[in-house]
């Protein structure tokens, strides 16, 4: 099949690489020529398990190609995927210029009937205002191309998109037309494991349906954190409630991991989006909002720890951090939960010791200008002098450090853990003192 996928970012790349795996022939648009370029030699601009491999067989198998062009990818694909950012606004709405703009591109070039399918992540009737843009652009040429636009969104987790995309639990498909349905599951075949994994509904119900996983995914997440506080003040350890509550098969083992607060490009955006959309439509939903306060306040855990060990003014203290990724196996560091922590380090004058295995360049950018925070070369480094180590991101290789050496380095035996990595009693064992999320 020939497929188009316009934007080349987190979701668009994957898609692609993915499709042309496959064997399709696929182009990917993206308006940066720079990237475009990059993308062409086999560069590819994320971090992201197997995707290299995957592009760069695509590349050089003649599936997988780029450019800037629109008109030719209008021209080239059956299929049109528009897989570009929703960055939020202000108040949390998510901004469909983008989207809409790729749209009219479609409108203008469309000379033949296409498929249009919506992956960006977006609010309940975009796919209506897609249709209308391209309709408008047809009608202001006085052309009659017949033309569809589905609703396909997105369950890829970072770190793990290629196997989430190549092994889907279910693809939601969202049309009124039973032939796009049928065209869309032939599209979706090769990704079937034992049984059809295509799940086909109405337009608003599949748009609603991401943001629906996404809230509840962060619900778990923003109670388990409550509850962890509540923990903390009953003298309770929250892995154990964790444990034990996760044996019930309703309930589950995933998803319900204390922390330091959910971040990531997704659970943020996401829940202030349909929040965004409950209040716009004079809808009370209070849930959704504690969702997002509950994790606002779990980002300054961390910090109200450090501070209640070692007192409000850090002026003068030397503070490790490991792990800088929102999570492991990923660069990304957007509304990380090292980020709220290491401003707060900063407001309160400590310095700051930091290591990550992988987002140390997506970090440079981010503090360029910040002499207050060093870079270490590992993990043990980043510990030399400092008056507590700070971990906020569950990397494998931080998981059985030598304790007995953290214990020499440190200037103060402290660490205050944001993952809930360690058994306390070995740290115990080892002369640290240990504060975790929920734990005595
Ligand atoms: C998420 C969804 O999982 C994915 O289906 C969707 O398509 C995009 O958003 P992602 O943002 O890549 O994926 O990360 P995810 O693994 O879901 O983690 C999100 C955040 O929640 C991370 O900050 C993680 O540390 C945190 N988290 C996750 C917890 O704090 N506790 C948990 O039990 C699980």
């Given at each position: ?312 003014d850090l002026q003068g203290k030397e503070i490790a951090v490991?792990?800088l ?8 560091m957007?509304?990380?939960?090292s980020r709220?922590l290491i401003d707060g380090l900063r407001r309160r004058g400590a310095t700051i010791r930091a290591y990550d295995?992988?987002s140390m360049t997506e970090a440079k950018r981010i503090y360029a200008k910040m002499p207050e925070i060093s870079f270490c070369e590992?993990?043990?480094a980043a510990c030399d002098g400092a008056d507590?180590?700070m ?50």
């Open positions: 099949m020939r497929i188009t996928v316009v934007g080349t970012g987190y979701v668009g790349l994957v898609t692609g690489a993915c499709l042309a795996q496959v064997g399709n022939q696929v182009l990917c648009i993206d308006i940066d020529a720079e990237k475009v370029a990059r993308l062409r030699a086999g560069e590819i601009p994320i971090h992201e398990p197997d995707l290299p491999e995957i592009v760069r067989s695509g590349i050089d198998g003649g599936r997988l190609h780029f450019s800037t062009d629109i008109a030719e990818g209008v021209a080239h694909g059956e299929f049109l995927f528009i897989a570009v950012g929703t960055p939020p606004e202000e108040d949390g709405s998510a901004d469909l210029r983008y989207v809409l703009q790729v749209a009219s591109d479609i409108g203008k070039h469309l000379d033949q009937p296409r498929i249009v399918i919506n992956k960006s992540t977006v609010p309940v009737g975009t796919a209506e205002k897609v249709r209308a843009t391209i309709q408008a652009e047809l009608d202001a040429r006085g052309a009659k191309i017949a033309f569809s636009v589905v609703s396909n969104p997105e369950f890829l987790k970072e770190g793990a998109a290629v196997g989430d995309f190549m092994k889907p639990d279910r693809i939601i498909v969202g049309t009124d037309e039973e032939a796009v349905a049928q065209r869309m599951r032939d599209l979706y075949a090769p990704f079937n494991r034992n049984h059809d994994r295509v799940l086909v509904m109405d337009i608003p119900s599949a748009e609603l349906t991401k943001y629906a996983a996404n809230v509840l995914l962060a619900t778990k997440i923003s109670f388990m954190n409550e509850l962890a506080g509540l923990a903390e003040r009953l003298g309770a350890d929250i892995e154990h409630v964790r444990i034990g509550i996760g044996s019930d098969p309703r309930i589950g083992f995933d998803f319900i991991y204390p922390g330091c607060g959910y971040g990531g490009s997704c659970f943020p955006k996401d829940v202030r989006a349909l929040e965004h959309t409950a209040r716009e439509l004079g809808y009370d939903a209070p849930l959704i909002r504690a969702v997002e306060s509950v994790n606002n306040a779990q980002k300054q855990v961390l910090e109200r720890k450090l501070v209640e060990e070692l007192g409000a490991w792990g990724a929102f999570k492991p196996n990923t660069d990304d957007r509304e990380a939960p709220t295995p992988v590992d993990p043990y507590a180590l971990i906020c991101t569950e990397w494998q290789i931080f998981r059985s450090p030598d304790f007995a050496d953290l214990k020499r380095r440190l200037r103060h035996p402290l660490i205050i853990d944001g993952r809930n990595l360690y058994d306390p009693r070995l740290l115990k064992a080892a002369g640290l003192q240990y504060r975790a999320i929920g734990r005595p």
